[in-house]
């Protein structure tokens, strides 16, 4: 049968599994566009390019799938660079399809013409230029498997528009990959898991500090079994939060910068740490010669360059989470007692706790928002977050129950991420709650895809803890620059409520401490929009505690 | 910090010297000397790179020329024993006065004049870096109007690929 290379890209698409991809038409993508027409993979139409790559990424991390996006060439393509640069830092696979210029014109700068490959290089995973109608097939596949497998990434795949409009004889079948400088990694040094055994059978103070690997492994249950095997407390990083149920007894929370008291504490005081799926970022060592000081390190990971990248490993270990724990456990004796070291953690648990302030002017706390919606949803939502304190707000005080239930943007901290991002999750879990908490700010970078959420009439909730400042960057301006507030004032804003009226969302204020639960609990209700809430929060609220930049762990600032 | 040759092979395809490029310039690693060629196989091609850098450094630069997915074999040659080259091309001043003198200098090396002007010549010779260093001081006396060296590149001697 002779097909067009778009009809041949969507055939693929659906060889892929792929159910539903996120995009924005133009000129050089006509062709794509034309072949979507008649297809049944569902099309998300955002309002910015931007928007549609947050939008996959979150639909990739809520369910674990490739998360797929379009755009056409030069500014749809551009505009989608931040999103690829978001979900290459977090490690989120994802396909991107660019549309590119007729191939005779490439390299003449044609109308609309972006180097895309050039400019995405550094930013991916891997990226083609598909360069014949005859190479889409395997074009597609490769990206599939490149995006998916060992530790996942975003891949471009920039289309010429003739290549997608030329026809060839299509049979359907497509060769296995074959990639000689690429394998999928598996297996593990069994030796290297003997004597994790060993240091953990010997160890009297133990940690686990796992990550965002722990979840792309999808290895919680195997996390789970190693620490309530040894009654190991786990720590959580930013991106690992929800791999480890935030209730239950032996967890930590968050370590690191903005990470509890009892966490960091842990750090300092452990002589082992189990590092799982992590990658000893700066905000969570803080200074790099003072992180673990009495701790040997296991270091778990699929990325054998993450090993001995920032600290040295006592027991490097190169496979994937969920194989390597399983390995582990099986040749683990349980432990019953629970040590001295346990009793130690829960008696900082109990003396250090998360607490906050309150406000002077009679504000409501955006901590209490947060508690609150933990409160109505108990661990059974999806929370996505902007960047800044609204976003570690987020991770501290709600307690997560499963793994891909906390959306955030931890490598490249990208505003705007978390509402596209719940759009993306809303559509892959309709039945879930799904929440954006949002900051003032932030949430101005993407709000144009009010428009996507209701042509879809996708209830999503966006609760904005409305400072009226850039409060992340305002809490350093105090702290750190004798608080000069350099254009982090930010009340000159819209009126949200009427903002969301004009799309057609619903749109609350909420000003006294009073009205939070009711108006959460109204807005849970709304099934065929999104909603928008403007929280009026205490104006200059700062995250505590807090790790200084560049300090030790155990230094850590206010929350006493 | 030592001076280290990388021997890449890679799918012999565009861009791929990009990829390599690109990584080393993001991850601030300084390359010494770059150089691309053809192998027996024409789908791949070997990037010869010296770099320099302490043990850690290298195993860096090593773990993430794997990640590059064209990227096939990665070794460092700096302790195996191999047979390496560069090659150079020196324009010198060369009047009557001193042209015995140089060619002198030339055969010692058992290099080659390849060109001869008015008042220049040009010298071409091969050999280790060692041996490319040495020719080009003795010849700076005379006054180098331009130079022309390759970076290196190496094989391994014996089985070892
Ligand atoms: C304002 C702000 C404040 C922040 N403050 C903090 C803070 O206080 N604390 C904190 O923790 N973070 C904080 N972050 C986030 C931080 O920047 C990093 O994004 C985060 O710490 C990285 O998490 P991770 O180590 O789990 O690595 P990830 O980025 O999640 O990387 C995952 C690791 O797992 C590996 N991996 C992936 N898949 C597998 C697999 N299948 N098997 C084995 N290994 C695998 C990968 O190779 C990688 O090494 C903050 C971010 C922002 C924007
Ligand atoms: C795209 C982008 N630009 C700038 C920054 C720097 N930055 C980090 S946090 C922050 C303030 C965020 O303000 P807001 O969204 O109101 O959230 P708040 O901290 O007040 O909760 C800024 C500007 C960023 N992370 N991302």
């Known amino acids: 049968m002779k097909l067009k290379g778009a009809e041949i890209l969507l055939h693929c698409l659906k060889e892929e599994g792929v159910d539903t991809v996120f995009g924005y038409p133009g000129g050089a993508v006509l062709p794509i566009y034309d072949a979507i027409y008649d297809s049944d993979i569902r099309h998300i139409l955002a309002r910015h390019e931007q928007g549609a790559a947050h939008a996959a990424d979150g639909y990739a991390r809520a369910t674990g799938k490739v998360g797929v996006c379009i755009s056409t060439s030069g500014p749809g393509a551009t505009n989608l660079i931040t999103g690829i640069a978001t979900a290459n830092m977090d490690s989120v696979p994802m396909v991107c399809f660019t549309g590119q210029v007729g191939s005779a014109l490439i390299g003449r700068d044609a109308f609309q013409e972006a180097d895309i490959t050039g400019i995405t290089l550094p930013i991916t995973k891997h990226n083609y230029l598909v360069e014949k109608t005859e190479d889409v097939a395997r074009v597609v596949k490769e990206a599939f498997h490149i995006a998916r497998s060992n530790r996942p990434g975003p891949v471009v795949v920039d289309l010429p528009k003739d290549i997608m409009e030329n026809s060839i004889e299509f049979k359907g079948d497509r060769e296995e990959v074959n990639l000689r400088g690429y394998r999928v990694m598996k297996g593990y040094n069994s030796g290297q898991v003997i004597s994790a055994v060993e240091h953990i059978h010997k160890a009297e103070r133990p940690v686990i500090y796992a990550g965002g690997g722990v979840i792309s492994s999808n290895a919680s249950a195997e996390l789970r079994e190693l620490a309530e095997k040894r009654k190991i407390p786990v720590t959580t990083t930013l991106m690992g939060i929800g791999c480890f149920p935030g209730t239950n007894y032996l967890a930590l929370g968050m370590l690191g910068m903005h990470g509890t008291r009892y966490a960091n504490y842990a750090i300092g005081e452990a002589d082992l740490l189990i590092a799982v799926g992590v990658r000893f970022d700066d905000r969570v060592t803080g200074k790099i010669d003072t992180f673990a000081p009495h701790a040997r390190v296991i270091h778990i990971d699929i990325d054998a360059a993450e090993i001995g990248k920032n600290v040295d490993v006592d027991v490097p270990i190169v496979g994937q989470v969920k194989e390597v724990l399983q390995a582990i456990n099986q040749r683990l004796d349980e432990l019953d007692t629970y040590s001295e070291w346990n009793k130690t953690i829960d008696r900082w648990k109990e003396e250090f706790p998360l607490r906050y302030g309150t406000s002077s002017k009679g504000r409501i706390m955006p901590q209490h928002i947060i508690e609150k919606i933990y409160a109505l949803t108990q661990g059974e939502a999806i929370i996505t977050t902007e960047v800044g304190q609204n976003q570690m707000w987020a991770a501290q005080y709600y307690k997560y129950k499963y793994p891909r239930t906390f959306l955030t943007s931890g490598g490249l901290g990208t505003m705007g991420y978390g509402f596209p991002a719940a759009i993306g999750a809303k559509i892959a879990c309709p039945d879930k709650t799904v929440i954006d908490i949002a900051g003032d700010g932030s949430i101005q970078m993407n709000i144009q895809e009010l428009g996507t959420a209701v042509q879809y009439k996708l209830p999503v909730i966006i609760c904005i803890l409305n400072n009226q400042f850039l409060g992340m960057v305002r809490q350093w301006q105090g702290l750190f620059y004798g608080g000069r507030y350099s254009f982090t004032d930010i009340s000159h804003q819209p009126d949200f409520v009427k903002l969301a009226e004009a799309y057609d969302a619903i749109g609350m204020r909420i000003k006294d401490v009073g009205d939070v639960d009711g108006a959460l609990q109204e807005a849970l209700k709304v099934s065929d929009r999104p909603v928008v809430m403007d929280f009026w929060v205490e104006r200059e609220a700062d995250v505590y505690p807090m790790v200084p930049p560049g300090g030790s762990l155990f230094n850590m600032l206010g929350g006493e | ?161």
């Open chain 2, 1 to 161: 910090m030592k001076k280290h040759t990388l021997s890449v092979t890679v799918e012999n395809k565009p861009g791929v010297l990009t990829r390599v490029t690109t990584l080393f310039r993001r991850r601030v690693y300084n390359i010494e000397s770059l150089t691309v060629g053809a192998t027996e196989n024409p789908t791949i091609s070997r990037i010869t790179i010296v770099v320099t850098g302490d043990k850690k450094i290298i195993e860096q630069v090593t773990k993430q020329l794997y990640k590059l997915v064209d990227v096939i074999k990665v070794v460092d040659i700096t302790d195996e024993r191999s047979v390496e080259r560069e090659l150079v091309l020196i324009k010198v001043k060369a009047d009557n006065n001193v042209r015995a003198e140089i060619v002198q200098i030339v055969d010692i090396f058992r290099a080659r004049i390849v060109d001869i002007g008015r008042n220049t010549l040009i010298v071409e010779a091969t050999g280790d870096s060692r041996k490319i260093d040495a020719i080009e001081e003795s010849l700076n006396p005379f006054g180098i109007v331009e130079l022309v060296r390759t970076g290196k590149i190496a094989i391994v001697r014996g089985g070892k690929a």
